[in-house]
């Protein structure tokens, strides 16, 4: 009876073994495939996921500074202009890119961007507060990491925002912005 049970024992343990032997040789077969696919997943997640991180006191100054300067004439803006420059001021640790995404991912403020880009004096002036911020990003290699997901966020295409971050062209970068379809 021992010998029947010893030799049971051995078999189911030889048979658990094969078995786990043979999962272990399919898994480590596997493995590189499913590790390469996970990379690819991550890394295509990464790519394509910007969020804008702005507290909700930013987002009303960014939506203030940009339907003001959208909706108010040239002389109107002087008499707004320390308003505008203090709310600007509470805005600098934000990174340039979560400014800008905050905007072009609202379509009032997107429509604002186009009446701004009208007026030379407007955009000049709103180009002048973005420019350090953008050369900090740049040099920082920021900007050209989160760009894909940036351009996704957006709706702008990946390859004229690449373009012009390249040559630093940062009036070409948001003119890329303010042209592209929202509806995309």
């Not at 991550?42 to 940009?66: G, L, P, Y």
């Not at 308003?83 to 997107?110: D, N, P, Q, V, W």
């Not at 186009?114 to 002048?128: C, E, N, P, Q, V």
């Not at 702008?156 to 379809?181: I, M, R």
Request: glycine share 8%; hydrophobic share 40%; net charge negative.
């Amino acid at each position: 009876m021992i010998k029947i049970f010893l030799f049971a024992s051995i078999f189911v343990a030889g048979f658990a073994y094969a078995e786990e032997a043979a999962v272990e040789s399919a898994i480590t077969a596997e493995a590189p495939t499913l590790c390469q696919q996970a990379i690819q997943t991550i890394a295509q997640i990464d790519e394509s996921k910007f969020e804008v991180k702005v507290s909700e006191t930013e987002a009303k100054a960014i939506s203030e500074i940009v339907t003001t300067s959208g909706t108010t004439s040239l002389v109107g803006l002087g008499f707004t202009k320390g308003h505008l420059k203090a709310l600007g001021a509470g805005l600098r640790g934000i990174g340039t890119l979560h400014f800008l995404g905050y905007i072009f991912s609202k379509e009032e403020l997107r429509s604002h961007m186009k009446t701004i880009r009208k007026s030379s004096l407007k955009w000049d002036g709103f180009l002048d507060g973005l420019k350090p911020g953008f050369e900090t990003a740049y040099k920082s290699k920021k900007l050209m990491e989160e760009l894909d997901g940036f351009a996704a966020l957006t709706k702008a295409d990946p390859q004229k925002l690449l373009e012009k971050a390249k040559e630093q062209n940062w009036d070409g970068f948001v003119t890329v912005l303010v042209e592209s379809d929202s509806s995309k």
